[in-house]
């Protein structure tokens, strides 16, 4: 048995986004088979960035304060204190506080905590792939953020 006090946990920058910070419940748990990270989002912050997919992984968020948007290519759902949301493995989504107040969410992933990078995708068609609407999120050398088709591994300016 692991156990753990929240507070006692530094925060992370989340590597895609614009949040406050995260923290990985789940590797102060030594956790293995779920990802668990606790984010305090301020007003106009997103738990990510942007609106993405994992191919590998579902996702739920549950609010423990506060009101977060999440965005879909449907539209978008308000979820409120001690409500959650679930995205399927390849549904897109996005979350952000568009609220005046301070939000502060659970997001819990399965499989995880090491969830595959190659498989999270944005949804922005490749300009040579006919058939390629999502492209790849990579890593560059640099520890920057890139683009890149899945099909044909051509690189798109962000």
Do not use: K
Request: glycine residues 10%; hydrophobic residues 30%.
């Amino acid at each position: 048995m692991e156990h753990i006090d929240v507070d006692d946990i530094d925060t992370f920058p989340h590597p895609m986004g614009s949040t406050s910070g995260g923290q990985a419940l789940s590797d102060e748990l030594d956790a293995t088979n779920v990802a668990l990270n606790r984010y305090t989002l301020e007003p106009g912050e997103g738990s990510s960035g942007g609106l993405h997919t994992h191919l590998d992984q579902e996702e739920v968020f549950y609010v423990l304060s506060g009101t977060v948007t999440f965005q879909t290519v449907e539209g978008s759902v308000e979820v409120s204190e001690d409500e959650a949301v679930r995205f399927a493995p390849g549904d897109y989504h996005h979350g952000t506080n568009q609220s005046d107040d301070p939000a502060t969410v659970l997001a819990i992933g399965a499989p995880g905590p090491q969830h595959d990078w190659e498989q999270i995708r944005v949804p922005i068609p490749c300009p040579d792939c006919e058939d390629v609407d999502a492209l790849g999120i990579r890593f560059t050398d640099d520890g920057e953020t890139a683009l890149s088709c899945p099909e044909c591994g051509r690189d798109v300016e962000i």
